[in-house]
């Protein structure tokens, strides 16, 4: 018999995935971590980290080689709105994340591995849902009839699809939540896939006082943001539900506008600036999770304060700022 219990983690050289695997491993777990390149920002104390494309199906059976009690998959072709919304991308994220998935979830079933989490996106939501603030609220039966806001909404609504199958079909303990703008320390800021609260963060920490930081749209934009500690939670505590298996928001119910983003990053800093807005890829109007079927079904609910949450990534983004700024003196 094994001595512990063992984890996957794919995708562990990301943000959520690096957070998700050092949480494990703190929880006393043997982990095992893999993604197509090493984490950012230093190494992960974790069992074993493992460099592979799971888009190879080969790769795939090598590393996933054992029934590990539990698999996270959250390896993906994502980013921020300026990569996600600008159609640059589309048949990229469309093919990669399709490939790793089928690749996982086919090496998972071959190996006996019977529970895998699934992290879909809030981008599987109607577009005509959230054209304005009224329609914002996203209840997980309003994803059908199918309209995502781009193609990553709509491969990630084919991979719920596909781990939930798999549950029908070989009785397996697969779980599936969608996440809503997961933020924090650890994650892109600079790199073009950054998400709007480490682009404000970096904005800001690189702007003058009394200068301007520019924002794309008008920064009404309403969006709901979630603080790294609440998303792992939350993943724990569907991972290890009984028999509830999803689709489930995962996300903050306390949306705010852009514009007031940008506000309360300029609080934390101690700046005062101009916002300048220009044109840029935006998503849609308006987006909120729905936290009615996540309480419900696991009695828990978020709870870091937006601007706790900021106040560590500010910190942690001014950092690095500072940092890149020493190195290229």
């Known amino acids: ?174 779980r599936v939540a969608r996440f809503h703008n997961v933020f924090g320390p650890l994650g892109s800021w600079a790199d073009g896939r950054e998400k709007a609260p480490a682009a404000i963060c970096r904005k800001v920490a690189l702007a003058r006082d009394g200068g301007q930081i520019e924002v794309w749209g008008d920064g009404q934009q309403l969006r709901s943001f979630l603080y790294i500690d609440d998303c792992i939670d939350g993943i724990l505590r569907l991972m290890r539900s009984p028999d509830f298996e999803g689709p489930v928001n995962i996300g903050s119910d306390a949306p705010v506008t852009i514009n007031r983003l940008v506000d309360m990053v300029c609080e934390i800093a101690g700046k005062r600036l101009t916002r300048r807005h220009v044109p840029g890829p935006m998503g849609v109007r308006a987006r909120n999770s729905d936290n009615t079927l996540l309480q419900d079904k696991l009695g828990w609910t978020p709870s870091v304060p937006l601007r706790d949450g900021l106040a560590a990534t500010y910190r942690w983004i001014e950092a690095q700022v500072a940092e890149a700024t020493v190195g290229a003196a």
Request: glycine fraction near 10%.
């Open 1 to 174: 018999m094994r001595a512990e219990r063992t984890a996957l983690v794919c995708g562990a050289g990301g943000f959520i995935g690096g957070h998700l695997a050092r949480r494990l491993t703190r929880d006393g777990i043997a982990v095992r971590g893999i993604d197509i390149k090493p984490p950012a920002f230093g190494p992960l104390d974790i069992d074993r980290f493992v460099i592979a494309d799971l888009r190879d199906p080969a790769a795939c059976r090598e590393v996933i080689d054992q029934p590990f009690d539990e698999v996270y998959q959250l390896a993906a072709d994502m980013g921020g709105a300026g990569y996600v919304f600008t159609g640059d991308n589309d048949a990229a994220i469309m093919r990669n994340s399709a490939l790793i998935n089928i690749n996982v979830i086919e090496a998972c079933r071959r190996a006996g591995c019977e529970s895998v989490f699934f992290s879909s996106s809030a981008c599987v939501y109607p577009r005509h849902r959230q054209t304005d603030t009224d329609t914002a609220d996203c209840v997980e039966a309003s994803a059908y009839p199918a309209d995502p806001d781009s193609e990553y909404g709509w491969e990630k609504l084919f991979g719920e699809r596909l781990y939930l199958a798999h549950n029908r079909n070989d009785g397996m303990r697969n």
